[in-house]
């Protein structure tokens, strides 16, 4: 069934957008990342505005990151506290996200900009964590399936003033690495059109020191808050939110997050870890991919700035 | 009813040789939701005093145009080993959607002097004063080449029906992509490459209904609009997890 999307001015396969919808439902619940660096370009490739999709994206993340905080706030998975210091982060980031990006959209290179961004980020992160996990699991099997826990280092994150208690992490840590943190996700998150789950959620782990369980739930708490002011930033600036297609998108998403959500409860930390490594290497090398062999048709056509 | 005065003006008028009557199956489009394209059929009959000249062939050409826009094209090229836009040439005016249908092949039906004065094929339809890069051409044959693609330039030689030098009929498809506009249709009428008659008429685009509703709402009112956004977006997520726990019970 075609629809005519309101917004976009493109007809598209109802269905299409639904499936899509739930299949990064799927990823976005078990992983605790909102799938838009997974949505945003699959949104390019069936054809819609870049502009749109990333507006809509964020608007779609609003939906089906509720739908996985609420299910992970029943099983008290959701630091509150924590998501409240990564939220000021996030909103002060996202705003100078957004200036860096009307600079560099004035020089005409922001696309460039977006897809290094996903390279780099993409990237790092996902080799980082496939080793990471592979010798977790590596260890794990050698125990004999027991993991055996590991003291807590000590690093330069633990010496900054300013401590705070984060009773549900249980970490008594300083405020300023979640801050910035979250600033650093909001600058991306403005820049490439994303929640930003996908850099917030290692760097929880990683450089917090996060227990894995409450990383999900409180890095999808905060990222609620973050898209909705994307959301709203772009409606009332570009008017590029498309209702329609977020309606679609969002009715997949959201079935697919439940379903997603439990089966990552069932999922070891290592695996799921593993597995999303997998995927942000995936489509790393795809985006790497396209910047480094010749396209097939070397133009491309935007909207005129000065109209 | 305006339309009609004019048909008669022109009929008062002290006659061309030939001049072109001219029908439209609809003489607007609406996009709905579930807008998949559509077709067009303009059809008309030459009417004429004297009988038909047998010396030279009879042209018809028929036009639709979408409303003219400025379009920003950009070519890449390899810099330090990845592909980078590098040059840009803005294309002055360019129609969102272009159909030219002829009964003859195109060189047959229209001089180059005529073309040039008509605007009637596509790279005679684009206006690029753009001298930003010595080979501007090559972006506006880009620019015709990407909309060709996508079925928003269409050429159709032989797509005109001319029955006994006198009926004539085309089908125009629009395709599901439409941008609302005013669009025009063009009706020449050419007697050895040379235009005898023109005729023209506008074919309204507009979004109806919802599509109509939601568009006006996100231009006139973005700030409820961005609210109205998320809300179903939070809507849609809390009954999502609702329905699970129900499910589930």
């Not at chain 2, 005529?114 to 044959?141: C, K, N």
């Not at chain 2, 050895?192 to 509703?213: A, F, Q, S």
Request: charged content about 15%; overall charge positive; hydrophobic content about 50%.
């Amino acid at each position: 069934m075609q629809i005519y999307l309101p917004i976009a001015e493109v007809s598209v396969n109802a269905f299409l957008l639904l499936g899509l919808g739930g299949i990064v439902g799927i990823l976005s619940g078990m992983f605790g990342v909102g799938g838009g660096f997974l949505m945003t370009p699959l949104l390019f490739f069936i054809g819609i505005p870049p502009a749109v999709a990333v507006a809509t994206e964020a608007n779609q993340i609003v939906a089906s990151s509720f739908s996985g905080v609420l299910a992970h706030l029943k099983r008290k998975t959701v630091d509150l506290k924590m998501g409240t210091v990564l939220l000021i982060g996030g909103l002060v980031g996202s705003g100078l996200g957004i200036i860096l990006f009307n600079y560099l959209k004035a020089l005409g290179q922001v696309e460039l900009l977006v897809q290094l961004c996903y390279v780099v980020f993409l990237g790092m992160i996902g080799t980082l964590m496939f080793f990471e996990s592979l010798k977790a699991i590596r260890n794990a099997n050698r125990a004999g399936g027991k993991v055996i826990p590991t003291r807590r280092k000590h690093n330069w994150v633990h010496n900054l003033p300013f401590k705070m208690k984060f009773r549900v992490s249980g970490l008594y840590i300083s405020v300023i690495p979640p801050l910035l943190v979250g600033v650093l996700v909001g600058v991306l998150a403005a820049i490439m059109g994303v929640g930003g789950g996908f850099i917030m959620v290692p760097a929880m782990i990683y450089l917090l020191g996060m227990p894995t369980k409450v990383v999900v739930g409180t890095s999808l708490f905060q990222i609620i808050f973050v898209t909705a002011f994307t959301t709203m930033l772009h409606a009332t600036t570009n008017y590029t939110v498309d209702v329609v297609l977020a309606v679609l998108l969002l009715v997949g998403g959201v079935i697919g997050a439940q379903i997603g959500t439990r089966i990552g409860v069932k999922m070891k930390a290592e695996q799921l870890r593993i597995l999303l490594a997998i995927m942000v290497l995936a489509v790393c090398g795809k985006l790497a991919f396209d910047l480094l062999v010749q396209p097939a048709e070397l133009y491309t056509l935007g909207e005129s700035g000065h109209s | 009813m305006i339309r009609l005065c004019a048909l008669l003006l022109l009929l008062a008028l002290p006659a061309k040789a030939e001049e072109i009557v001219l029908g439209l199956s609809r003489d607007q489009v609406a996009i709905t939701a579930t807008f998949e394209g559509s077709d067009i059929l303009v059809f008309g009959a030459i009417k004429r005093e004297a009988p038909i000249p047998d010396r030279s062939e009879l042209g018809v050409i028929v036009t639709v145009a979408g409303p003219d826009e400025p379009v920003l094209v950009r070519r890449k090229d390899r810099r330090l080993g990845i592909w980078v836009n590098t040059d840009e040439v803005e294309v002055d005016a360019a129609p969102s959607f272009y159909a030219v249908a002829t009964n003859l092949p195109m060189r047959d039906v229209i001089k180059d002097v005529e073309d040039l004065r008509y605007g009637i094929t596509i790279p005679r339809v684009i206006r690029s004063v753009g001298a930003q890069v010595g080979d501007s051409a090559a972006f506006t044959r880009a620019l015709i080449r990407i909309r060709a693609a996508e079925g928003l330039y269409q050429v159709l030689e032989g797509a005109v029906d001319l029955e006994q030098e006198t009926l004539f009929r085309a089908a125009i498809s629009l395709p599901a992509n439409l941008t609302e506009g005013e669009y025009e249709a063009h009706i020449f009428l050419t007697r050895n490459g040379r235009v005898v008659d023109e005729y023209i008429t506008t074919i309204p685009v507009r979004k109806v209904g919802l599509e109509r509703w939601l568009y006006n709402l996100a231009h006139e009112n973005a700030f409820l609009y961005g609210l109205m956004s998320l809300t179903i977006a939070i809507a849609a997520g809390w009954g999502a997890s609702a329905a699970f726990t129900l499910l589930r019970r």
